[in-house]
């Protein structure tokens, strides 16, 4: 059955990064191992999205177990930091856009498309929505920036100086409690499915257990269901990260290019957020770099950053591109073409 075979890639890949001791080897190895597969194998992958979508919960959980009220209000003390922070990547992104079309003759509309941070569903729908955007190539870059920040971040993170933690080991319980969280969040992940809100299988549990947390104790997630939850996300992304045809190819260069601008704007960014607060260089990077809240948050909890003030960043960034993003694009796009029908 394709979706054994993909499985067993998958886990074999953990297993390898394992062995080797490479940082997150339950998200990289399935990740990679599927997608050089995907390439090199003469038969067909495939993944249960339900399968995803179950490891989305159970990063959801973890997420919203760590943002309890004294994280949440440390969150909203830097509101002001987070809109000044969000609001100069988007910026550098609209710059990023216009110097590639500069560059390369390619419209602005699509190289703004390609290059705005935030998740790749979002902006491929944007894409197909705005007239004259070549959605192949939008699909292309959005696809390698991502493949970019995945591969690179965890590796930069885990070669950071860090400073000695003093973290208490917490004992897994099998509780009633436990169950109802686990219930309360697949709830909460159909339910935010339902009503269309962003990454809802991870939103809605995390935005639950924040809540049921106030009332009732709650259970650390055991390491071996997040290494599950982490192989069936990356195969997951190594799937939609296998060779394409088309002109995406012929996209690849402009892609590699506008991929490694922001992600090396975005780590300038990451490096003055350093200097100006007390967070670690590692939380620095995870809260600014333009992924996927899903992906990162794996991330900073694997390599023991601020996940609190991580998930806060990326969530607020997430709403931002969703909810304010759309409307700057509309103007710009107005604006451009009312200046080809003025001229």
């Known amino acids: ?138 699909t292309m870059t959005q696809t390698v920036r991502l493949l970019i920040i995945i591969c690179s971040v965890p590796i930069i993170v885990a070669v950071m100086p860090s400073e000695p933690l003093t973290v208490t080991e917490e004992v897994f319980h099998f509780t009633p409690s436990f169950v109802g969280y686990m219930l309360a969040a697949t709830i909460a992940a159909l339910l935010a499915a339902h009503f269309r809100f962003p990454t809802a299988y991870l939103i809605g549990p995390a935005l639950i257990t924040v809540i049921l947390q106030l009332i009732l104790p709650s259970e650390p997630m055991p390491a071996p269901i997040i290494h599950v939850a982490q192989l069936a996300m990356g195969v997951s992304v190594g799937l939609m990260l296998k060779p394409s045809e088309g002109k995406q190819k012929g996209a690849l260069l402009y892609a590699l290019l506008s991929g490694s601008i922001l992600f090396v704007a975005a780590s300038l960014l990451a490096l003055l957020f350093y200097q100006l607060t007390d967070a670690s260089a590692a939380t620095s990077l995870l809260a600014l770099v333009p992924g996927g809240l899903d992906q990162l948050g794996m991330v900073a909890h694997a390599v023991g950053a601020d996940l609190p003030l991580v998930s806060g960043y990326q969530i607020f960034r997430l709403f931002f591109v969703l909810l304010i993003v759309p409307f700057i694009m509309r103007a710009i796009f107005n604006h451009i073409d009312n200046s080809h029908t003025s001229t």
């Open 1 to 138: 059955m394709p979706f054994l075979q993909t499985a067993a890639i998958g886990a074999l890949g953990g297993i390898l990064f394992t062995v080797l001791h490479l940082p997150i080897p339950w998200l990289l190895g399935p990740m990679l191992a599927v997608m050089v597969s995907a390439r090199l194998l003469p038969f067909n992958l495939q993944w249960d999205k339900r399968m995803r979508n179950a490891g989305l919960i159970v990063i959801g959980y973890v997420i919203g177990r760590s943002l309890t009220p004294t994280a949440l209000a440390e969150i909203f003390s830097q509101f002001w930091l987070m809109l000044v922070f969000t609001a100069s990547l988007v910026a550098l992104c609209i710059g990023i856009a216009y110097m590639i079309t500069k560059l390369s003759g390619l419209d602005f509309k699509t190289a703004l498309l390609g290059t705005i941070p935030g998740g790749m569903t979002q902006a491929l729908v944007m894409a197909e929505e705005t007239e004259g955007v070549d959605v192949a190539i939008v």
